[in-house]
């Protein structure tokens, strides 16, 4: 905890009260979040649909979500007769405690000068809470962004266990495409924010959202090229399992997928999971690619003005989401693993070096014309180098007695 | 004190996962116990002020490879209880018990060393930790100098440890791509004879393989 001024002075009951109450409003937060984002989803997609979508339950079919949290509670917890007890059980809490932790590294406010830390008064994002000043996340850890790698690569053992355990065919099919997909996709995630790491110069998230402020000029939507912020927000769309890129728990192949034989409150674990890790990747996305908290303040409280500002950046990210559920048809598994790893992870690898030319060049003095010149060189190298690889092994498939792989892997999905 | 328990709940967990992995019937509840002792290691990195070590420790061990194990056991199919009771060679628990018994003395030895070390170099150790406190203050970014350390002697002092390292890597990687190409394609011919699908080659070859690895056992 190494951001958070709570700490500076030692540890009192004080600091662990405001510590608990962080915690627990997150907790409660993140809740109300993903019943009002299964409501949000369910609305706007029927809107889109031209039908009304729930409007049974509370004003416009508010308390939907809250109806259907009280079904699960209440259904028989059933247990497929070849499941492994132990595994059937635990996968549901792996899903949805990784999903919950992931958000903790989130600045969700706090007033960000440009300033430096001593501008502003000192303050560096951070708000007074009880008399005592505090960053307003759960925890900054001194490995910030990568607590959120750790986290997904986790997630996988959720899915996947879940497949495993249930002792039937359909949820180990997609379990298997889900961890597959899951281990391809982390890399082009994992090149992309250390793109971001390298331009912000911190893994913690309370650095990069401070070295954005000052403007949208300053947001790393901008200074890391735009390039990953588009390989992040597929990879993301991909591990969150979210269409186009839902083959996991493709409804017309699958039945459906991980979770088939889960029934009562262990479905709804993942369901709570999978909802409250769209709401944490597009709170991610908004920390490392659009400025956090940042925002112009107008009035009154200033305090709030930042929240405020997140929320609104987060809830369009949520909002694309849908979209991209309501418009895109799902992809082929082929398509799905040469999209991550034929062009996202190439272009990353580019992306990630020419970052580096540019901070060297900033570094040495160097002229940034040659730089591009040198970058746009390599690129055109690069991809000539791999379009003679692909055809290669095109021919050699070809070859090949055995059948071409695109139709292996189409035939079966 | 609260070193202390931080210190027994991450060694507990490592113990037991430790524990389970060699006495679990099932292949799955092993690799499971196996992440339940990488989480602890992790804890134990933590408590020790090693973030970012502990970061990549449950990222690329609990999130990539044991992964990789679970993803094997799984395709493969191997999955059910295996059946420890056979296939023990003749003096194999004398061997087994003896190498375990010879294992632990040169871990207890070697333990006992390091610690005769690090008693001897306490003194110098709470000098630069002091020196390092003072500079760095309460700084956010003074964990960021941790990784940039570390960077920085993985490229200048061990500069040629780390390329020969990856030269490894995409050796085994390149090999592995030629020996699973070759063989899919010599067992494709052979087997192909005997199924006209050449779809589910692969599946009788596991099969086969197997069938010929347990007949081998029962041996």
Known sequence: ????????????????????????????????????????????????????????????????????????????????????????????????????????????????????????????????????????????????????????????????????????????????????????????????????VIVAGSLSTQSIVASQAGGVNNWLLLTTGIVPFLVFLISATAELNRPPFDLVEAEQELVGGFHTEYSSIRFALFFLAEFMNVITMSAIMVTLFFGGPAGPVFFGWTWLWPTVWFLA????????????????????????????????????????????????????GWNRIWVFIAAAIGFALGWALLAAALKAAKRNFADDDTEPLPTHTAGRS | MVEVAVFAVAAAACLVGAIGVVLSRNPVHAALMLVMTLFGIAVLFVAQEAHFIAAVQVIVYAGAIVVLFLFVIMLLGVDRAAELSLGALPAQRWTAAAFGLGGAAVLIWLVAAVDRLFKGA???????????????????????????????????????????????????????????????????????????????????GADAAMAGSSSEAGR
Request: aromatic content about 10%; charged content about 15%; proline content about 4%.
């Open chain 2, 122 to 204: 306490k003194s110098l150790a709470l000098e630069t930790a002091g020196a390092a406190g003072a500079g760095a203050g309460s700084d956010p970014t003074d964990y960021v100098a941790d990784v940039s350390a570390l960077a920085r002697s993985l490229f200048s002092d061990y500069v040629y440890a780390f390329e020969l390292t990856s030269l490894l890597l995409i050796v085994a990687v390149i090999g592995t791509v030629i020996l699973a190409r070759r063989s899919d394609g010599a067992d494709g011919r052979r087997v192909g004879q005997h199924g006209a699908d050449g779809r589910r080659v692969g599946q009788h």
């Open chain 1, 1 to 196: 905890m190494t951001g958070d001024p709570l700490f500076a002075d030692g540890v009192d009951w004080g600091d662990i009260a405001v510590m608990g109450v962080k915690v627990v409003v997150a907790f409660a937060a993140l809740l109300v979040a993903t019943m009002f984002m299964i409501w949000f989803e369910r609305k706007l997609i029927s809107d889109m649909q031209h039908r009304i979508g729930p409007n049974v339950a509370g004003p416009w079919g508010l308390l939907q979500a809250f109806a259907d949290g009280v079904k699960f509670f209440f259904k028989e917890d059933l247990r497929p007769a070849n499941a492994d007890p132990l595994v059937f059980r635990l996968a549901p809490y792996i899903s949805a405690v990784t999903a919950f932790v992931a958000f903790a590294i989130v600045p969700v406010g706090g007033v960000f000068a440009d300033t430096g830390p001593s501008g502003d008064g000192g303050r560096q994002g951070t708000v007074t809470l009880f008399g005592k000043e505090t960053i307003l996340q759960v925890a900054d850890p001194p490995v910030g962004i990568l607590l959120l790698l750790a986290m997904s690569s986790v997630a996988v053992y959720g899915v996947m266990l879940a497949g495993w355990s249930s002792g039937s065919k359909y949820p180990l099919i997609g379990s298997v495409r889900a961890s597959a997909q899951a281990i391809s996709y982390e890399a082009a995630l994992g090149m992309s924010v250390v793109a971001v």
């Open chain 1, 313 to 364: 950046k987060v809830v369009a990210f949520l909002f694309m989401f849908v979209w991209f559920r309501a418009t895109l048809p799902r992809l082929r598994y082929d398509q799905l693993m040469s999209l991550g790893w034929k062009v996202l992870i190439p272009v990353m690898l580019f992306w990630l070096m020419f970052l580096g030319l540019v901070q060297l060049a900033g570094v040495q």
